[in-house]
């Protein structure tokens, strides 16, 4: 089992350049989740899916988009990036809605820097 | 705003002796409380977690307590070992899940 992977694990942009960046798991996980991570913020949501062909907005919603069309997958998108948007990516999964106690599962995370 | 608070971004201590790591959070409906371990160039991963109708849960070396009164926990490691070493995230559930900013621990050999 790869578990939960991403796909770039690094990438620089410049500023109104559009990327795509990919998730995949295969421990059949309804549930998929797009995190960013910054200095001295933790972890913030940006948007999550409930099953495949299903997502819904997180904490920090704005300048992203994302599609789920098959269960294995989940991929976020920018289609305009700006240096707001330098930041770690990860990609999490889980079996339940993080209520109850149910672990995510994390992948090894994407290091986007926009110029 | 932040609901989920860790105010130690970093803590040291020696292999062997006990490691305490807090939190504080805003949000008296959060149901669930987890931590997660991580490790440079990784993503985090699940250590241990608490409902919140109790106010302990150990695992091992790993202890963590709710004081729901004052809306606080804490992670205790006992004894506490070089390979510790990571950044600690206390995160909390409801509709989804909501994490603190990272406490670094570093255990000296």
């Known amino acids: 089992n790869a578990g939960v992977t991403q796909t770039p694990k690094f990438r620089v942009l410049k500023t109104g350049q559009s990327m795509t960046l990919l998730c995949a798991q295969d421990m059949n996980h309804e549930y998929m989740y797009w995190y960013r991570q910054d200095p001295g913020m933790g972890l913030r949501l940006i948007h999550y899916s409930v099953g495949e062909g299903t997502t819904a907005k997180g904490e920090v919603p704005d300048g992203y988009n994302v599609s789920r069309l098959k269960k294995q997958n989940f991929l976020l998108g920018l289609e305009s990036a700006a240096p707001s948007q330098t930041s770690v990516y990860f990609c999490?999964?889980?079996?339940?809605?993080?209520?109850?106690?149910?672990?995510?599962?994390f992948g090894p995370g994407t290091r986007l820097t926009v110029l | 705003d932040q609901q989920v608070k860790q105010n130690s971004p970093s803590l040291s201590v020696q292999e062997g002796r006990i490691s305490i790591l807090n939190c504080d959070y805003t949000?008296?409906?959060?149901?669930?409380f987890l931590w997660y371990k991580k490790y440079p160039a990784e993503g985090p991963t699940f250590l241990i977690s608490i409902s919140s109708i109790k106010d302990k849960n150990e695992d091992g070396r790993f202890t963590v307590f709710l004081n729901k009164s004052a809306k606080h926990l804490s992670l205790h490691i006992v004894p506490s070992q070089p390979g510790d070493s990571a950044v600690y995230f206390c995160?909390?559930?409801?509709?989804?899940?909501?994490f603190g900013a990272g406490t670094r621990l570093t255990v000296k050999p």
């Open positions: 949000n008296s409906m959060f149901d669930y």
């Open positions: 995160a909390a559930s409801l509709n989804d899940m909501r």
């Open positions: 999490a999964s889980s079996y339940l809605v993080s209520q109850g106690g149910n672990e995510q599962f």
